[in-house]
């Protein structure tokens, strides 16, 4: 059980790992999460599902190393295990017909966007993606999105590939050349995603986006990943993770997300510094 099949790079600091976790495989629906945990003094990670095979029992995620926890899994290899995955954690998307819908991935919110739309064609809805990164080297899943999406945008914020601008600009495109957009679904950066949601509002397009608050034990019993939503005190863990994008309080979301900026460093360079010589899993 958590034993890591496989392991590959899909670019720099972006990691795909396939685990053996049948039960979260036959469960997981798009738009979950798991929360893992390596060793017994470990961080809690949240962590999206990029996919799950419930025939083969296994879970797909994708993660970017941003600090000490992420670079201790990135050092894991194929064959070993994960002490905990709890999950599927969280409220799945709602997939219905709406008609056409925008789904938006920047960075590492694309291969969390994948399963959000393909169950949404898989519904009958026609499916435009926008995906964006920095850079065209940083830029992960295009065949992928291509593959369950009626039309795929590409930007990168420096032009190195596709569209040079923002997510947005390609959003605010479809939208002043009149296409009809029933719902837009964001899964990115809180800025990337409060941008969206800003786009969208004077059109009242109905704009769902996915948070990522400081979480710790995924069931509600903490309160730790509480955001506020239309002016009330929400838990992404079990109230979301989706949330309408027009309700979040943005603001005092990336207030809480910084909390932590200076002890996260802190245990990098710690980290860092114990590995020298060299660092195993």
């Known amino acids: ?17 396939k685990i053996k976790n049948e039960l979260i495989a036959r469960k997981a629906l798009p738009g979950q999460f798991v929360v893992i945990r390596l060793k017994e003094e470990s961080e809690r990670i949240p962590l999206t599902l990029q996919d799950y095979d419930p025939q083969r029992g296994i879970i797909n995620i994708v993660f970017q190393i941003v600090g000490k926890s992420t670079k201790e899994l990135d050092l894991l290899k194929e064959g070993d295990t994960i002490m905990d995955v709890v999950g599927p954690l969280g409220k799945p998307t709602e997939i219905e017909k709406f008609g056409t819908v925008v789904c938006i991935g920047g960075g590492v919110g694309t291969p969390e966007i994948y399963p959000v739309a393909r169950g949404l064609r898989e519904s009958g809805n026609y499916v435009v ?28 914020d420096d032009g190195s590939y596709g569209r040079k601008g923002f997510v947005t600009d390609a959003l605010k495109e479809l939208i002043d050349k009149g296409k009809k957009i029933d719902r837009v679904f964001a899964v990115g950066p809180v ?3 409060r941008a969206v949601s800003e786009t969208t509002r004077p059109y009242k397009i109905k704009t769902l986006v996915s948070l990522n608050p400081i979480m710790l034990d ?7 990943c509480r955001v506020e939503v239309g002016g009330e005190t929400k838990f992404a863990c079990v109230d979301g993770p989706e949330f309408d994008g027009h309700l979040v309080n943005y603001d005092l979301l990336l207030k809480r997300l910084n909390t932590y900026l ?3 460093k802190e245990s990098m360079e710690l980290f860092e510094r114990s590995c020298k010589g060299g660092c195993h899993g």
């Open 1 to 17: 059980m958590n034993e890591i099949l496989e392991k590959k790079s899909l670019a720099q600091g972006i990691t795909l790992i």
């Open 191 to 193: 800025v990337m995603m």
């Open 129 to 156: 993606s926008i995906i964006g990164a920095r850079s065209r080297d940083l830029l992960i899943m295009e065949e992928e999105m291509k593959a369950v999406s009626d039309e795929l945008h590409v930007t990168t």
């Open 218 to 224: 995924g069931t509600g019993m903490c309160g730790v």
């Open 262 to 264: 200076k002890q996260e």
